[in-house]
C-alpha cells in the first residue's frame, strides 16, 4: 500500500514562528499536495507538485512556500506564522498525469496544528 | 467561491437502511469527481469515482449517480453499517492531465444501531 507519512501530528507554535511541515510518500508517486481543512470549508488546497523542484500554487498560497528537493519528500514552510493558520492540514500524493488511477490521491493521517 | 458543494453537513441513518449523500457542482468543466471517506485523526480515504461519460458507478455497497444536467451526484451506501460513521468528501477535477481536485465541505453521515 502506498505510504503518506506525516511527521509531525500535533504541534503548537507562537504567532511569528517559522513552521515546517514534512511529508513523505513510499511509492514513487509524481504528483504531492498540501491541503488544509477547516470546519464548514472542507479541503483546500495550499500547493502542488508535479516533479521535483517545480510547485504551483492552489486556491489559498498566501502565507505558505513550499518546497521539494526530493521526489519523495514535499515541505510546507509557514514563514511566519499567525493564528488563522491554526488548521489541520493533511499530505496527498498521486501516480501521476496518464497513470492509470490518477487523481486518486493517497492523503496522510494529517497535522494539526495550533498558533496561539 | 465554492464550486463543489455539500449542502448537507449531517446526516443520520439508521443502520440496514440506505444513506444517501448530496453533492452539487458549479463548474460545467469538472469531468471526473470522486468520493473520499474521513475517519477522525486520520486522512480522507478513497472510495469511489465516476467519469462525466458516465451515468452510474458501482462498488459493493457503494454506488454514485451522476446528473450532468442537473450538476448533481450522490453517493448510495446499502445497506449502511456503523462502520459507515465518518465524514464524506466529494471531489472534482477539471480535465484530464489536471490533478488537482476541489473537494467539498464534507456531509458527517452518523449511523444509529
Known amino acids: 500500500d502506498v505510504k503518506v507519512t506525516q511527521s509531525s501530528r500535533y504541534l503548537v507554535k507562537r504567532t511569528g514562528e517559522k513552521v515546517f511541515l514534512e511529508c513523505v510518500q513510499d511509492?514513487?508517486?509524481?504528483?504531492m499536495f498540501w491541503y488544509r481543512q477547516d470546519p464548514g470549508l472542507g479541503l483546500r488546497l495550499i500547493y502542488f507538485?508535479?516533479?521535483?523542484?517545480?510547485?504551483e500554487k492552489g486556491d489559498i498560497p498566501e502565507g505558505y512556500s513550499v518546497s521539494r528537493e526530493k521526489k519523495e519528500r514535499f515541505s510546507l514552510i509557514l514563514e511566519s506564522a499567525s493564528t488563522n493558520q491554526t488548521s489541520m492540514y493533511l499530505c496527498?500524493?498521486?501516480?501521476?498525469?496518464?497513470?492509470?488511477?490518477?487523481?486518486?490521491?493517497?492523503f496522510g493521517a494529517g497535522s494539526r496544528l495550533t498558533v496561539l | 467561491d465554492q464550486q463543489v458543494k455539500q449542502n448537507s453537513p449531517s446526516l443520520s441513518v439508521q443502520e440496514g437502511r440506505i444513506s444517501i449523500l448530496n453533492c452539487d457542482y458549479t463548474n460545467s468543466m469538472f469531468d471526473y469527481f470522486l468520493w473520499y471517506k474521513k475517519y477522525p485523526a486520520e486522512g480522507p480515504t478513497f472510495l469511489i469515482s465516476?467519469?462525466?461519460?458516465?451515468d452510474k458507478n458501482e462498488d459493493g455497497r457503494f454506488t454514485v449517480f451522476l446528473n450532468k444536467s442537473a450538476k448533481h451526484l450522490s453517493l448510495h451506501i446499502v445497506p449502511s453499517q456503523p462502520g459507515d460513521s465518518a465524514v464524506y468528501f466529494c471531489a472534482a477535477r477539471v480535465d484530464f492531465g489536471n490533478e488537482k481536485l476541489t473537494f467539498g465541505t464534507g456531509t458527517r453521515l452518523t449511523i444509529i444501531p
Open positions: 507538485s508535479y516533479d521535483v523542484k517545480m510547485k
Open positions: 511509492m514513487d508517486h509524481e504528483n
Open positions: 465516476i467519469s462525466s461519460i458516465k
Open positions: 496527498a500524493s498521486s501516480l501521476g498525469q496518464g497513470a492509470p488511477g490518477a487523481n486518486v490521491l493517497t
